[in-house]
């Protein structure tokens, strides 16, 4: 198999790498070795180490920036695989339509729609997180959410087809889409508005001042842990954590963020371990308080 993939990545732009670490490619900074790590440039060699893969039977997953992303140590066999250069572009139609690579930043998004004085993604200035992750979850903050923006996704399958879904054909429900998780999504198309950019500018900073004011910022987190229960009770998840949860419990290095209770935080050196327990903890005491069963919002890799 290495022979095979060492001999294929001579002929390729993209990277393989073998055995690689990948806690820093996670914003909790928590992870363990890729038995394959593999960062695509093309379509071709996008399709072709699929082909490969699914020959073999293997299992794998996307990863963009890894901002709400916890991944175990013990990782297995499972291949990663994390969209190159070539996926993060940007252009805009002549209908005002910005295209944009699934690997690029949603702030660099947002900030390009500004740029050419384009409005309606200003929310996605305080997301930290890919386009792609952002698709997958229905990302949003602020009463604005990928639903109200997504014109379409273009995507590939394990077959190695590429086409486009309409956003009207996707089902989008809070922080999760009913889109198949072996699709991997390589570009998108969001609709906007003209707008000055005074304006957008304006807007956007009093989205990050609101987000400076709430949430911890230059820590190691992987945002939202938990969804907000909105079918059983008015309260925010933060509100449910602050009154069922002391605060200052930690499990090794993993805490509870003294900011914003829904943020737990790698404040030195957490291993996966001490964070699950955290993050199961946490879970057990709102069930035990008020009934409620937490949704997870953080994606968990074991």
């Known amino acids: 198999m290495l022979e095979e993939l060492n001999n294929f990545s001579?002929?390729?732009?993209?990277?393989?790498?073998?055995?690689?670490?990948?806690?820093?490619?996670?914003?909790?900074?928590?992870?363990?070795k890729a038995k394959i790590f593999f960062v695509p440039e093309t379509l071709t060699e996008l399709r072709d180490f699929l082909s490969y893969i699914k020959k073999k039977e293997y299992d794998f997953s996307i990863i963009g920036a890894g901002s709400n992303l916890l991944i175990s140590e013990n990782i297995g066999d499972r291949i990663f695989i994390k969209?190159?250069?070539?996926?993060n572009k940007l252009s805009l139609t002549k209908d005002n339509f910005i295209i944009a690579g699934c690997s690029i930043l949603d702030k660099k998004v947002s900030?390009?729609?500004?740029?050419?004085?384009l409005s309606g993604l200003e929310f996605m200035s305080c997301i930290p997180g890919s386009v792609g992750g952002g698709i997958r979850m229905n990302s949003g903050c602020f009463g604005s959410e990928f639903k109200d923006v997504l014109l379409s996704v273009q995507v590939m399958d394990l077959d190695?087809?590429?086409?486009?879904?309409?956003?009207?054909?996707?089902?989008?429900?809070?922080?999760?889409?009913?889109?198949p998780k072996n699709l991997i999504f390589l570009s998108a198309s969001f609709k906007t508005k003209k707008k000055r950019r005074i304006e957008i500018e304006d807007y956007v900073n009093k989205l990050k001042e609101k987000k400076e004011?709430?949430?911890?910022?230059?820590?190691?987190?992987?945002?939202?842990?938990?969804?907000n229960p909105k079918d059983q009770t008015e309260k925010k998840v933060w509100e449910l954590i602050k009154e069922s949860v002391d605060n200052q419990i930690s499990f090794g290095?993993?805490?509870?963020?003294n900011k914003h209770s829904n943020f737990f935080i790698n404040s030195k050196n957490a291993s996966f371990e001490n964070m699950n327990n955290l993050i199961n903890y946490v879970k057990k005491k709102v069930k035990d308080k008020?009934?409620?069963?937490?949704?997870?919002e953080l994606e968990i890799i074991n």
């Open 83 to 87: 969209l190159g250069k070539n996926f």
């Open 213 to 227: 004011i709430s949430q911890p910022l230059k820590v190691k987190t992987g945002g939202s842990t938990f969804k």
């Open 111 to 117: 900030d390009f729609a500004c740029d050419n004085q």
């Open 160 to 179: 190695g087809r590429v086409y486009t879904i309409k956003s009207k054909d996707i089902k989008f429900e809070y922080r999760k889409t009913n889109l």
């Open 253 to 257: 290095d993993a805490k509870i963020s």
């Open 10 to 32: 001579k002929n390729i732009k993209g990277k393989i790498r073998f055995n690689y670490c990948l806690k820093n490619h996670t914003w909790l900074n928590i992870g363990g």
């Open 290 to 296: 008020t009934g409620i069963s937490l949704e997870l």
